[in-house]
């Protein structure tokens, strides 16, 4: 681990710092640092334009529930400066991406009214099934790798997305490309996962392909229906009018990428958090019954989701910091999942915990859409991963996705025994 923090300034650079989510022991001392000495801290770092960093859980929740004051628009995630500057221009030109986290009620609320029953419980019901036999084929994928493999780029990286490329209705020889450019989207802070140039044409050429791919399947979807997600945005009407193309895509891309790399990270994570803790893997082979808060417990244990971003719509003031209208607060989730105020002993991995209060899928109208369907992801791979593996562990460091956004492990080498 990397020399320790000395002052709350250094650690709220931290979050500006792709490379520091990839040391996680250090990542976690900056942030419990910031939650005891300045929660609510204003950051400027190289490349960003200013912002406050919110650590703790009550503050979190507080600005997420007021959706009227706590705006999306126009800065929800955190991007270097250049980056905000080109995704502004594409806005501009009304070809850049705008999606349920880019948007304020009550154009949010239309958007996310097209999507809402595919996530609903009976959907989720409807579902089980297919995923319940993906999650199967995984496993028994396993047994062939010979009692060793990169769990994340044999397992955790393609399961959640066939899921999500299933409800979309993309054909399976997609697959492939959609996972390069998802990992495109989120690997733009990671040198190993880049395209090659200047950060902000790479991530403008990222999203040029995510959006002509999906330009083209909108075409065909109004075209031919077929009764799966892709066909319901593709003919969705918001006040009588159907969605542009720029927005139908945006709306496949939120789709693709929100489903897929959060539940790769916290599936891998969660493995991980197996591994370096074989008594709570023993609680859970012993009794299935803890699965749902095990998978709850990996949820908050990896929070895969860094942070999204508010911008105040007023003078306002958190914990009593003045914050002016048109600034922007960063919400930490991996911070208020290990805030001492809401968990006991929260840096320790139990997968029996209860009450589990975490905000890995945010709060408010922007509450995570794919909640249930994340979960149920979850505990699906696990119910038949965990009685199958008669041991495991790791066959190597594994390695962290440097990112302020979504991630986490990219590689998870272990060695195992199935039954
Ligand atoms: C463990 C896995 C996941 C985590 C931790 C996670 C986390 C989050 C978070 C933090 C937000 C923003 C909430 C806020 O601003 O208050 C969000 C929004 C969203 N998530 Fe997830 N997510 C996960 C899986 C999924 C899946 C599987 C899907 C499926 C498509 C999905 C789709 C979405 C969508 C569409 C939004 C935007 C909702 C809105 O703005 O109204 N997520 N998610």
Redesign the pocket.
């Known amino acids: 681990m990397a020399t320790t923090l000395t002052s709350a300034e250094e650690a709220g650079r931290c979050l500006a710092t792709p490379a520091a989510y990839t040391d996680e022991a250090r990542l976690h001392e900056a942030l419990a640092l910031l939650r005891r000495e300045s929660p609510v801290r204003r950051v400027e770092a190289d490349g960003y334009r200013p912002f406050w960093a919110v650590t703790r859980h009550a503050d979190v929740l507080e600005i997420?529930r007021d959706n009227a004051l706590w705006l999306s628009a126009p800065r929800p995630v955190l991007r270097r400066a250049e980056v905000d500057a080109a995704l502004e221009a594409h806005r501009a030109r009304g070809d850049g991406l705008k999606t349920?986290?880019h948007t304020d009620d009550p154009e949010?609320r239309e958007l996310?009214a097209i999507?809402a029953d595919w996530f609903s419980p009976k959907a989720m019901r409807e579902l089980q099934p297919r995923v319940r036999e993906l999650a199967r084929r995984y496993v028994d994928l396993l047994a062939e790798h010979g009692g060793r493999c990169d769990f994340v780029r044999e397992v955790a990286a393609h399961y959640?997305l066939r899921v999500?490329l299933s409800l979309l209705g993309l054909p399976e020889s997609d697959f492939p490309l959609m996972l390069r450019l998802t990992q495109d989207l989120f690997g733009q802070d990671d040198d190993s996962r880049r395209r090659g140039g200047e950060e902000a044409a790479a991530h403008t050429s990222v999203l040029a392909d995510l959006l002509g791919y999906f330009r083209e399947l909108t075409a065909a979807r109004r075209a031919r229906p077929t009764g799966d997600l892709a066909s319901a945005i593709a003919n969705a009407r918001v006040d009588g009018r159907p969605l542009s193309d720029a927005d139908a895509a945006s709306y496949y891309v939120?789709?693709a990428t929100?489903?897929h790399d959060?539940?790769t990270s916290?599936i891998a994570g969660g493995l991980e958090a197996l591994v370096r803790h074989p008594g709570e893997l023993r609680r859970l082979r012993e009794d299935p019954g803890l699965l749902a808060s095990a998978a709850e417990e990996m949820?908050r244990w990896v929070s895969?989701?860094k942070a999204?971003m508010r911008t105040a719509a007023a003078d306002t003031a958190v914990r009593g910091t003045p914050i002016r209208a048109g600034e922007s607060v960063l919400l930490s989730?991996p911070s208020a999942n290990r805030d001492e105020e809401v968990f006991d002993d929260p840096f320790r991995f139990d997968v029996g915990r209860t009450p589990n209060r975490h905000l890995?899928?945010?709060?408010?109208?922007?509450?995570?859409?794919?909640?249930g369907?994340?979960r149920m992801e979850i505990q699906a791979l696990f119910a038949e991963l965990v009685p199958r593996l008669a041991e495991v562990g790791l066959d190597g460091e594994p390695a962290w996705l440097a990112t302020t956004f979504v991630g986490g492990l990219k590689t998870l080498p272990i060695r195992y025994a199935l039954r």
Do not use: N
Request: glycine share 14%.
């Open positions: 997420e349920l986290v949010h996310r999507g959640p999500i939120i789709i929100a489903g959060t539940t916290t949820i895969p989701v999204f989730y890995a899928f945010g709060a408010g109208v922007h509450y995570c859409l794919g909640a369907l994340a």
